[in-house]
C-alpha cells in the first residue's frame, strides 16, 4: 500500500526540549510539505520541499527545521525556539513539479509540550 | 499570491437535506483547486479537484462542485447529506505554475440526525 506514515501519532514533551516528528512516504513523490494545524485555524505552512538537498520557508517556519536527504523522508524538528508548539502537526507529499496537483496527508502528530 | 475564504466556519443540516460550503478564492494566475475532507484526529483526504475543462466536477461520496471563474467561486453541494458526512472540509487553490496550496480555514460540516 502506497502512502505517508507519520509516526508517533501522539507526542510528549517538556518545555525546553526540542523533539523530531518522523515522516515517510512510499510514493515516489518528489515535494514533500509539513503543516501545522491549530483549532479554528485551518493549515499553516511551516516548511517545504520540492526536490532531495532543497527546501524552502512557508508562512511560520520560525522555530522550526527540517531536513531532506531522502526522496521518501521529511523529518520536522521542533525546536525550543517555537513558543507555542503544541499543535497537530501534518505532512504531505505531491508529484511535484509539472505534475504538481493534489497532496496526499498522513495521518498527523498531536505534539503537546507542557 | 493567493488566497482562499471559506464563507462560512460551521454549518449544521439534517440527514438527507441538501448542503452547499462556499469556497471563493484570489489568485494572479490561472488555478487549480481541491476540496479536502478531515475526519477527527486525522489527516486530510482528497474530495474533488478541478484542474481544466468542464467546469463541474464530481468526487467522492456524492459530492460535486462548480468552478466559476467569473465569480472567483469553488463551492461544495451533496443534495443528499448523511451523518457519516459530519466533518471538516478544506477548499485549496495552487497557482497552475507552482506546487504550493493556500487552504482556506475550514468549514465544520454537523449532519444531525
Known amino acids: 500500500d502506497g502512502g505517508i506514515t507519520q509516526s508517533p501519532k501522539y507526542l510528549f514533551r517538556k518545555e525546553g526540549q526540542n523533539v523530531t516528528l518522523s515522516c515517510e512516504q512510499n510514493?515516489?513523490?518528489?515535494?514533500m510539505y509539513w503543516y501545522r494545524q491549530d483549532p479554528g485555524q485551518g493549515l499553516r505552512l511551516i516548511y517545504y520541499s520540492q526536490i532531495v538537498n532543497d527546501f524552502q520557508k512557508g508562512d511560520i517556519a520560525e522555530g522550526y527545521s527540517v531536513s531532506r536527504e531522502k526522496k521518501e523522508s521529511f523529518p520536522l524538528t521542533v525546536t525550543s525556539a517555537q513558543k507555542n508548539p503544541t499543535a497537530f502537526y501534518l505532512c504531505a507529499s505531491s508529484q511535484g513539479g509539472q505534475n504538481t496537483y493534489e497532496q496526499y496527508f498522513g495521518p498527523g502528530t498531536r505534539l503537546t509540550v507542557t | 499570491a493567493q488566497s482562499v475564504t471559506q464563507l462560512d466556519s460551521q454549518v449544521p443540516v439534517f440527514e438527507e437535506a441538501p448542503v452547499e460550503l462556499r469556497c471563493n478564492y484570489s489568485?494572479?494566475?490561472?488555478?487549480?483547486l481541491f476540496w479536502y475532507v478531515q475526519y477527527p484526529n486525522q489527516g486530510l483526504q482528497l474530495l474533488l479537484k478541478?484542474?481544466?475543462?468542464?467546469?463541474l466536477v464530481k468526487g467522492i461520496n456524492g459530492f460535486e462542485a462548480e468552478f466559476n471563474k467569473s465569480q472567483t467561486s469553488f463551492h461544495l453541494r451533496k443534495p443528499s447529506v448523511h451523518i457519516s458526512d459530519t466533518a471538516e472540509y478544506f477548499c485549496a487553490v495552487s497557482g497552475t505554475n507552482a506546487g504550493k496550496s493556500t487552504f482556506g480555514d475550514g468549514t465544520t460540516l454537523t449532519v444531525k440526525p
Open positions: 478541478y484542474l481544466s475543462g468542464s467546469t
Open positions: 510514493l515516489n513523490h518528489d515535494a
Open positions: 489568485s494572479s494566475v490561472s488555478v487549480y
